[in-house]
């Protein structure tokens, strides 16, 4: 009797040695946060697999929570990979768990909380914090990631393609704050259009979400939402950007060439505000009048903003009635003037949507008719995903979100813009459940280019607008699994977001994450993510991969796949802000 009780133990022992003999495996893909209670709950397993069952444990491994079987293998849609989806939805206890597989191994541990993006959606909107030029950053709020202030003093001078009678060539001027715009020390009003333009849309369709939103910045002990703080400080910077004499707005602050890979004090080469443009103006103009309706609900907190913006945005839009086709090129500008500027061109070159979001914003703040009947607001059937050089969906998301507001100008085109985003999100869900990784975001190769997680944020962003719209569950699920792409479940298994996640983004193109001497990157920064010819553009070595979801590489050498950028942030914050604000009325967590 006393030899077959060790041999049930040693049989146990032996047992419980196979199920530790598992080890963690990165062939299985999910968005390593975690999951809603009664939201969907997928993995992706990459690579032969010829078992069927998949087991989600606790954390530790030592209990079986639920047991479930895997699909039938499907094929990459790119590589040709084999893959199979462990769809555990029907799970909804809260805790910390890993999906094992035998024979592959376990994931990366996730959580199944209510709020369970809620860290990650602070530290996006936080990441702006640490953007910032013209401030100390303490270590009270930046932790280890404080440093001197950047650009200091502000000191810009006026370019000769900028120059006018009243601020000729080399006159200095002082434009301070704002973000630097990317993984560079440079400020370029187009690409703070968009990026301001779906910020302050995330507050004004969820304002009760960042009332409740504290982000540990200097203003955090104010009345102002923290977000709206944030906000203010590029959008001080912008009004910096016009020329008073004559209502247009320069293109860009920058150097003429890219600062080395330095700390934002030690960049110190001359700045020029360059060239006025058409492209500037009706961004600005947007801006101006969007944030005019935002802050005039905190006219004591901030005497005169909000009329200091209209006036503002109004003198932008008669500057770019009067210049509608100044377009910005930047070779024909160093053929003519000196210094040469190379820095990033943000060059658009058809301006019919910058003209329609700026009308739509500034007639539904000034409820005026002729701004709305000034452009063709509906000129064709498209509906292009919004980028820095597309910004027409602004235009209609604001109007639709103010439809009670309008006048019959505009009114009568409602319907009509309603149906077509509605429309354009369905498009977006269709096949999504036949897809390889079950996602809104990768159908084609095309959504695969410089800063294509800013492509599936916005994506996110179209769902949101058509759940608003009808109030169907399904665009939430859409704009969730586009989260889940971000945050891990994609074909390189990276979460994008700085600081978040097991396996994610740690060396990003970002100048101030590369000269700090810290290790970990500075945090809440969304990566520009897979670009199908990242390769080609950068000629970083490094890639081991072709095909257009795989073409990634967390170096920072690679820019064309790995950097950071205001614009690919903010609508990384509208989604994972949206959906946390969302969860209990959708039924993702309950009330």
């Given at each position: 009797m006393k030899r077959l009780k060790i041999s049930i133990f040693s049989m146990l022992l032996f047992m419980g040695t196979l199920a530790n003999a598992q080890k963690l495996s990165e062939n299985i893909r999910l968005n390593q946060i975690g999951f809603y209670p009664e939201g969907p709950k997928m993995a992706v397993v990459v690579g032969e697999n010829q078992g069927g069952?998949?087991?989600?444990?606790?954390?530790?491994?030592?209990?079986?929570?639920?047991?479930?079987?895997?699909?039938?293998?499907?094929?990459?849609?790119?590589?040709?990979?084999?893959?199979?989806?462990?769809?555990?939805?029907?799970?909804?206890?809260?805790g910390s768990y890993v999906v094992e597989i035998p024979n592959v191994g376990y994931s990366y541990t996730f959580d199944i909380k209510p709020n369970v993006h809620k860290e990650v959606a602070d530290a996006a909107m936080k990441g702006f914090y640490y953007q910032r030029m013209s401030m100390d950053l303490k270590p009270e709020f930046a932790g280890k990631w404080a440093r001197p202030a950047g650009h200091a003093t502000s000191k810009a001078i006026v370019h000769p393609s900028a120059a006018s009678p009243e601020r000729p060539a080399g006159t200095v001027i002082y434009s301070t704050r704002g973000w630097f715009d990317a993984g560079d020390y440079n400020k370029y009003i187009v690409n703070s259009g968009i990026t301001m333009g779906t910020l302050l849309s995330a507050y004004e369709d969820f304002p009760e979400y960042y009332k409740n939103q504290k982000l540990n910045i200097p203003e955090s002990k104010n009345t102002v939402p923290d977000h709206l703080d944030e906000v203010l400080w590029n959008l001080r910077w912008m009004l910096t950007m016009q020329d008073p004499t004559d209502g247009g707005v320069y293109h860009k602050l920058t150097n003429p060439s890219f600062d080395p890979m330095i700390m934002p004090h030690e960049a110190t080469k001359d700045r020029y505000v360059v060239q006025k443009g058409t492209a500037?103006?009706?961004?600005?103009?947007?801006?101006?009048?969007?944030?005019?309706?935002?802050?005039?609900?905190?006219?004591?907190?901030?005497?005169?903003?909000?009329?200091?913006?209209?006036?503002?945005?109004?003198?932008a839009f008669e500057w770019a009635q009067k210049n509608p086709k100044v377009i910005y090129d930047q070779d024909a500008i160093n053929k003519q003037f000196d210094p040469d500027v190379t820095t990033g061109a943000y060059g658009d070159r058809e301006f019919s949507d910058e003209f329609i979001w700026a009308a739509a914003e500034l007639y539904v703040t000034t409820k005026k008719d002729s701004y709305y009947t000034a452009v063709n607001m509906l000129p064709d059937t498209n509906m292009p995903l919004p980028s820095w050089a597309q910004v027409r969906l602004l235009g209609y998301y604001t109007l639709a979100?103010?439809?009670?507001?309008?006048?019959?100008?505009?009114?009568?085109d409602i319907p009509e813009i309603k149906k077509r985003i509605v429309s354009f999100a369905d498009g977006l869900l269709d096949g999504v459940s036949q897809r390889t990784y079950r996602?809104?975001?990768?159908?084609?190769?095309?959504?695969?280019n410089w800063g294509s997680t800013s492509n599936a944020s916005n994506q996110g962003i179209a769902l949101i607008q058509a759940y608003k719209l009808t109030g169907n569950r399904k665009y939430i699920d859409g704009a969730l699994s586009n989260l889940d792409y971000l945050l891990g479940r994609n074909a390189v298994g990276y979460s994008f977001l700085?600081?978040?996640?097991?396996?994610?983004?740690?060396?990003?193109?970002?100048?101030?994450?590369?000269?700090?001497?810290?290790?970990?990157?500075?945090?809440?920064?969304?990566?520009?993510?897979?670009?199908?010819?990242?390769?080609?553009q950068d000629k970083c070595e490094g890639y081991t991969s072709t095909f257009p979801d795989e073409m990634y590489l967390d170096e920072s050498c690679s820019y064309a796949s790995n950097e950071i950028a205001i614009n690919w942030n903010s609508p990384f914050v509208y989604l994972v802000s949206a959906i946390e604000a969302l969860q209990g009325k959708v039924g993702l967590a309950k009330k």
């Open positions: 069952k998949f087991y989600v444990k606790t954390k530790d491994r030592s209990k079986t929570v639920f047991t479930g079987t895997l699909s039938a293998t499907k094929l990459g849609e790119f590589s040709k990979k084999p893959t199979r989806v462990a769809d555990f939805s029907g799970f909804k206890q809260a500037a103006a009706l961004d600005f103009a947007a801006v101006m009048a969007q944030a005019s309706r935002v802050y005039g609900g905190f006219n004591r907190e901030f005497p005169g903003l909000a009329d200091s913006c209209l006036r503002a945005a109004t003198r979100r103010f439809e009670k507001n309008l006048t019959p100008a505009a009114s009568k996602t809104v975001f990768g159908k084609t190769t095309q959504e695969y700085t600081g978040f996640g097991e396996k994610s983004t740690i060396n990003p193109h970002h100048r101030s994450s590369v000269a700090d001497g810290i290790v970990e990157p500075v945090p809440g920064l969304i990566s520009g993510g897979t670009n199908a010819i990242a390769n080609k």
